[in-house]
């Protein structure tokens, strides 16, 4: 099944020269027209920021510079990244993240990070899109089995390579983990 992207989003990272924010730059997104977005000029891309950053109530009166701006989409236009891919991938590679606000969820009431911001450079940053595009993201963190989970996944697997072996039950509560683990024997089964 293809998609076509409806509207294309803009990564952009963005630096605030004072004291709070000092050596660290935020890695964002905004979402823009498809036209924008096909601009090859970084002015015009940065400018596409600006307008949308600048809409933003928390955004009103801050000092800001955009560092660096492009647009996700990439391959002849048949991926794109988003901006959390290039967290977790600065994030695996070791680059200090810090959240500077909160922000209190209306409808739970917990308060959760508001904005990350990255002791990285744009260097540091431009080297995580270009692993990303690579194939070489950041894989959202590798699953590690308990003791128990790894045991039932290597009886199921041994189950399934009998000759008989059709179906196999596990008997496990809730929060067990078994659509993960299900993915992991058929991952192993091939």
């Known amino acids: 099944?293809?998609?076509?992207?409806?509207?294309?989003?803009?990564?952009?990272?963005?630096?605030?020269?004072?004291?709070?924010?000092?050596?660290?730059?935020?890695?964002?997104?905004?979402?823009?027209?498809?036209?924008?977005?096909?601009?090859?000029?970084?002015?015009?891309?940065?400018?596409?920021?600006?307008?949308?950053?600048?809409?933003?109530?928390?955004?009103?009166?801050?000092?800001?510079?955009?560092?660096?701006?492009?647009?996700?989409?990439?391959?002849?236009?048949?991926?794109?990244?988003?901006?959390?891919?290039?967290?977790?991938?600065?994030?695996?590679?070791?680059?200090?993240?810090?959240?500077?606000?909160?922000?209190?969820?209306?409808?739970t009431g917990k308060t959760e990070d508001a904005d990350i911001w990255f002791a990285a450079s744009v260097y540091d940053v431009q080297s995580a899109i270009k692993q990303i595009k690579d194939g070489h993201g950041a894989d959202y963190g590798a699953i590690k089995f308990r003791p128990e989970q790894e045991a039932a996944i290597k009886a199921t697997v041994a189950h399934f390579k009998k000759p008989n072996g059709k179906s196999f039950l596990w008997n496990a509560k809730m929060r067990f983990g078994k659509t993960l683990y299900g993915l992991q024997v058929a991952k192993e089964m091939g």
């Open 1 to 107: 099944m293809k998609y076509s992207i409806t509207q294309s989003r803009l990564l952009y990272v963005l630096s605030i020269n004072d004291r709070k924010h000092q050596n660290l730059l935020k890695v964002g997104e905004v979402f823009v027209d498809n036209e924008v977005a096909d601009n090859p000029s970084k002015q015009v891309l940065a400018m596409a920021v600006h307008d949308v950053l600048d809409k933003r109530s928390y955004m009103k009166g801050v000092n800001y510079h955009i560092e660096y701006v492009e647009c996700t989409t990439y391959a002849d236009s048949t991926k794109c990244y988003k901006a959390d891919d290039v967290h977790w991938k600065l994030r695996a590679l070791d680059i200090p993240s810090k959240s500077l606000d909160k922000y209190k969820d209306p409808t």
